[in-house]
T-cell receptor, first 110, second 113 residues
């Protein structure tokens, strides 16, 4: 069975500080990993997926199969990054049936 | 382009009743997925419909069902409601399914008393 763990319910940083939102997963096959974001009073939206290898809004995430992790990183946090972040996993190459982590609330203080 | 809409936005039911939630996707989108979000279990995938056929299904009991119409609008039905069904139900639409270009609705908040 697939499992996604986001160990931090809340992460609080100051503007300009680096931020890392942790995501660990367990899955015996080849996973596809995603990060979703939900800003206050806005809808849930996809932030990035590991196969895209993109940087979105300054965020990057690298899939580390050895450590079964997909941490989300940004070198300099901005106040507008404050949001709820969800990590999700699906089977690679198969149907999109995501398993989500419980989410991490990121608060960036001015 | 109008976004994904869900009706009703709020709903209160009692145990044992059934409920139907509606989702209208973005025009042209053929895939509609449903999710349940609760404080206890977090965000969980219910099922996906594509061109009127259920294409994928999460791990939920048979009390949870859905359908999709020819105009891609989708309904989700929960029968014999239980207290634990209280949740925010989200739907998301996309052109072909999968996470890319997937747009979420605002959700329907269901409270079961």
């Amino acid at each position: 069975a697939q499992r996604v763990t986001q160990p931090e319910k809340l992460l609080s940083v100051f503007k300009g500080a680096p931020v890392e939102l942790k995501c660990n997963y367990s899955y015996s096959g080849s996973p596809e990993l995603f990060w979703y974001v939900q800003y206050s009073r806005q809808r849930l939206q996809l932030l990035l997926r590991h196969i895209s290898r993109e940087s979105i809004k300054g965020f990057t995430a690298d899939l580390n199969k050895g450590e079964t992790s997909f941490h989300l990183k940004k070198p300099f946090a901005q106040e507008e990054d404050s949001a709820m972040y969800y990590c999700a996993l699906s089977v690679s190459g198969g149907s999109y049936i995501p398993t989500f982590g419980r989410g991490t609330s990121l608060i960036v203080h001015p | 382009k109008a976004g994904v809409t869900q009706t009703p936005r709020y709903l209160i039911k009692t145990r044992g009743q059934q409920v139907t939630l509606s989702c209208s996707p973005i025009s042209g989108h053929r895939s509609v997925s449903w999710y349940q979000q609760t404080p206890g279990q977090g965000l969980q995938f219910l099922f996906e419909y594509f061109s009127e056929t259920q294409r994928n299904k999460g791990n939920f009991p048979g009390r949870f069902s859905g359908r999709q119409f020819s105009n891609s609008r989708s309904e989700m039905n929960v029968s014999t409601l239980e207290l634990g069904d209280s949740a925010l139900y989200l739907c998301a639409s996309s052109l072909t399914g999968g996470p890319n270009e997937q747009f979420f609705g605002p959700g329907t908040r269901l409270t079961v008393l």
